[in-house]
């Protein structure tokens, strides 16, 4: 990955989270009442999640970890080589998981569920950026 594209996810992860706090949260049915935040709240989610998702990878490949499989083993993977905290790929596991029912299940993705990530798990965003940025900024083996 270049310093440009590396460059332009962190971008699209940062603009994201600038982003998400704009759609209405204090309330279920304030965020249904307008039917655009539903699909701004998706898009938003899945574009920073796959942004983590390559930032992940490339960190693999960056740092000579074993080659991922899936999606979840780019963070079981970095986690069992030492460069991720234990547990990490318990608590942002479920955040790639997310990202594949978007893309995949996207006819049966349950609005309550997009609301609950978007009000009580945005932060995991966040601070899996910051601890894959960490990991980045290591020099190479």
Known sequence: MTPEELRAK?????????AMP?????????????????????HLLQTTIQALMDLG???????GVR???TSRDILENLESAG???????????????????????YDRIEPRIVFGILVNERHD??????LLLVLLQRPTP
């Open 10 to 18: 962190l971008d699209v992860i940062r603009e994201n989270l600038e």
């Open 22 to 42: 704009r759609i209405p949260q204090s309330s279920f049915d304030e965020f249904r009442a307008d039917f655009r935040n539903l699909p701004t709240a998706l």
């Open 57 to 63: 990878g490339y960190a693999c490949a960056r740092l």
């Open 67 to 69: 080659t991922p499989a």
């Open 83 to 105: 460069h991720l905290p234990a547990g990490s790929a318990a608590r942002f596991g479920p955040i790639f998981g997310f990202r594949n029912r978007v893309v995949h299940l």
């Open 125 to 130: 965003l966040a601070a899996l950026c910051d």
